[in-house]
């Protein structure tokens, strides 16, 4: 007999989340596979891409590069937790008018890092811009729209209020 | 001409992106977020020497293959072949093998841990045989891989008499130009799900470009009837053509796996696997040879063109059609021959990429450009316009430029904007005292839009709009959407033929089942021709409505879906159809080359200023301006994205992405390795278009998407000739190339001062 699978308690875009499964599981296959969060991407599966980025404690990581154990009693959060009530994100709505997502495939991960920044840095400068996403590849945009759009969400002032309100939500 | 002022509602406005709410939200299904009902996942067993017989296969008895199943080209019903062009790709490798990494046995199993190690267990013998391994070897028919000497395809392009032109000669001026080969890299790999019945036949899902591709592949490999094979395009994840001839293999191999298994199988590369086994764009070596009077006036060129096509025909016939008709740049010249080949070789075959030969075409003429300016001692930019093709000029082909054509404004505008002329000055007198060069380079260039010569009237697109009994209104095309604005384009043109509102109208599913071929979505083609198809489509039923259906003009939403209801009842559907009708005039002889090679062109100039660091050799693009006339503008957002977006990958190729080959295989097969640009590496991309609607074109628009790839590699090179004195003739240029360059003059002339 095969010793049980252990289990895994976090929490995913505020929701309780328990998974019975191989420690060494990616956090990547997690999401897509067990809790069928497949907004999520593998682009490379080697941390290159940054298309499988997910803010866990706070902290951009690669998710194919967390073994689930090291989520064990994390908070997370994924491109499915951005918009709230049905209402996108500030983010998401800048992306939209902005033209920052083609192929789309790139686009949750740029998101993400973009989310992060803007937590850190309401703010921030073109470059500082160019720096925070320099570990998310894109192959369609050139980045340019992408810019323009996390510039235009942090304008807008609106992408600061939401976050601030999800962290009062946890 | 059309009158460019015509006023429209939709077309030319900045709407939001079709799917992209879907996409945004994480909602969008790409195939890898697709699960079916029992599936199992496929992988492939892939050759590792680049060419020699199969002596035998052999499976490991430590793992229980009655779990399995296994496929080899024994499994195959039909005909064991892709179909492109020619037919000589195979399937799965019957015997022998001709390159690394060709598919020989399938696996499938519902596990896709034990796969991977299933995968270890199967060992292949082989009898190796010689390898060609490069266009010199090929063409030196060092061995014969391929037909009886190699040679997958030639033309030889002529006008006038170019062996009396060079006594006339000022000077000639002689290159050698080589581009490298290119990997797409969509972020999302290659990837299908196949099922297999014996009611229903083949139903294959994917990310892929050409659903009617897929199943031309699908109807020979299962010897089924059309209607019994169903390709579905699943949200696409880039493609770049990448995904416009490999997902025939793939399909077919994930499909002769669920026939086998009775299961849906699916099959994901990882990014290894889809780097080292999938096409990328063809290395080239262009020769030129090229005559010039003392003003610079272009007499006579000579251009001995060659592609590496790897081992199978796939589409380098084609790419290098495009190639020849792109040599000789947007100049007039009485003479010019083209000697144009492309060699087979063993390594993995090369496909379309963007630009599809037009690039590496570009690189050659437009960095010879600047070589020949250097000889007559004149400005490159003078050099340029006094051979711009104009209004009324022909071509190489001989095709009359009968369109209004603007390169002169286009070049006015790029070197006003980038301030061209000053910021050369203030770079040639502080080069002199700094170890950072500077310089700026000018590429000018054109892209034909569409297939080339008689392609489209070949392919005889058709297209629909419909509106379904609940309500619907629907663009029915087999055009996909991969990130390019597919959806969002021929939705604003529908909208505004059918004067109904944007939100109005859906894209019908990109299913065979559903759509009708209207080609496939490849050579910037989408927006001129089959937007042109459903602007005709969509009038056509406005057409019907007000005849047979009393729709009174200047209609309004609840008048258009009242009279769709009249004439269905009278009847049965409110469909309306449109086939392509090539536009008058356009004449092409494909034996002699000559004649329209394209309906129309997009024109640009872009420029680049570049620094060169003399201490790290590192060459960083500062700033670059892209001016171009495509027509109309659909949506200047989603324009303006795919020129960026194609600056961004043109640079990669001049200054980042090398693939690195061992013995015939990839072996930078890792993004770690495989260096693309990041968003630290891009410089700001000032994007600027002029607008002269074609009329034959869907609400006057020209092609758009390739443009862009074509002129970022020579104006990068030509700058750095700006900013070192050093003309660099081969791309992708590194540090090391630098190093070697710079290094090698050095020593020539002893160290820099500076």
Known sequence: MSTPLPTFHFSVNGERKQVQTPPMKRLLDVLREDLCLTGTKEGCGEGECGSCSVRMNGELVNSCLVPVLQAEGATIQTVEGLATDGRLH?????????????????TPGMLMASAQLIDRNPHPSLVEVREALSGNLCRCTGYMRIFESVLAAAASGKAETELAEKHDAR | MMDSTAKTRIVGAALPRKEGIDKLAGRARYVDDIQREGMWYGTTIRSSIPRGLIRSVTFDTSVDWSEFTVVTAADIPGENCIQLIIADQPCLADGKVNHCEEAIVLLAHPDKHKLRAAATAVRVEYDPLPAVLSIEESERQDAIVWGEDNLLKSFLLQKGDVDSAWSTAAHIVEGEYRTGAQEHLYIENNGVIAEYSALDGVTVWGSLQCPYYVHKSLVKVFALPEAKVRVIQTETGGAFGGKEDYPSTLGCHAALLAMKSG????????????????????????????????????????????????????????????????????????????RAKSWATNTVPYGAFRGFGAPQAVFAIERHMDEIAAVLSMDPIELRRRNFLHQGDTTATEQTMREPMILDELMDRALHESDYYAKRKIFARENHTSAIKRGMGVAAFYHGSGFTGSGEVYLNSLAAVDVTPEGKVRVLVSSTEFGQGTNTVLTQIAAEALELDYRDIEMAPPDTGIVPNSGPTVA????????????????QLVAELREHANLEADHTREDFFVACERLRAARGKVLSECRYEAPPGIVWDDQKYQGEAYPAFGWAVYVAQVEVDTVTYSAEVENFWAVQEVGRVMNPVLATGQIEGGVAQGLG?????????????????????????????????????????????????????????DGPAPAILNAIRDATGIGFHSIPLLPEDLFAGLMARSLIEGPATL
């Open chain 1, 90 to 106: 500030a983010l998401q709505e800048a992306f939209l008018k902005c033209g920052g997502a083609q192929c789309g495939i790139c």
């Open chain 2, 263 to 338: 299961h849906p199988v699916k099959m994901v590369y990882d990014r290894m696997e889809d780097l080292a086994a999938t096409t990328k764009r063809h290395p080239s070596r262009i020769r030129h040879k090229t005559a010039v009077d003392k003003n610079g006036k272009l007499l006579a060129m000579e251009i001995d063109l060659a592609t590496d096509g790897g081992a199978y025909s796939t589409l380098s016939s084609t790419v290098l059609s495009r190639a020849t008709l792109h040599s000789t740049g947007p100049y007039v010249c009485p003479n010019v021959r083209v």
């Open chain 2, 524 to 539: 910037s083609r989408t927006t001129m021709v089959v937007g042109r198809l459903i602007e005709r489509a969509s009038k």
């Open chain 2, 653 to 709: 190729y001049a200054l980042y992405e090398k693939v690195i080959w061992q013995d015939g295989r990839m072996a930078n097969n890792q993004m770690t390795n495989y260096i693309m640009p990041t968003a630290e590496d891009i410089p700001p991309i000032h994007v600027f278009f002029e607008q002269m609607p074609y009329q034959h074109g869907g609400y006057g628009a020209k092609g758009l998407g390739e443009l862009p790839h």
